[in-house]
């Protein structure tokens, strides 16, 4: 969960103090090495120091997208997760 923090807390910051409600969804609970669950209390907690309501803040675990650095993910399960996400949530601008 410290990526979005290192790369895209300025942006996501800006969007904020725009009035522009977002949402932070994670591909993965980072569960490689058994700490889904302390990676998903710590990106609600990120989301909470970003103003992120916690119903906007996701980790996901989908079976096909599971943590693994020796693993290379299905780029079309990742869209189209993805495009679920901006139908279910109206999501209208995607970084």
């Known amino acids: 969960p410290d990526d ?5 807390n300025p942006t996501l910051l800006g969007l904020i103090a725009r009035n522009h409600q977002g949402h932070l969804i994670v591909l993965s609970k980072g569960n490689y090495q058994g700490l889904g669950n302390l990676r998903e209390n710590e990106l609600k907690q990120s989301c909470f120091h970003l103003g992120i309501p916690s ?3 996701l980790a996901l675990n989908i079976s096909e997208l599971m943590d693994n650095p020796h ?4 780029e079309k399960i990742i869209a189209s997760t993805i495009d679920h996400y901006l139908k279910h ?4 601008f995607l970084i």
């Open 71 to 74: 693993l290379w993910w299905n």
């Open 55 to 57: 119903n906007h803040c």
């Open 4 to 8: 979005e923090c290192l790369f895209f």
């Open 89 to 92: 949530f109206q999501i209208d």
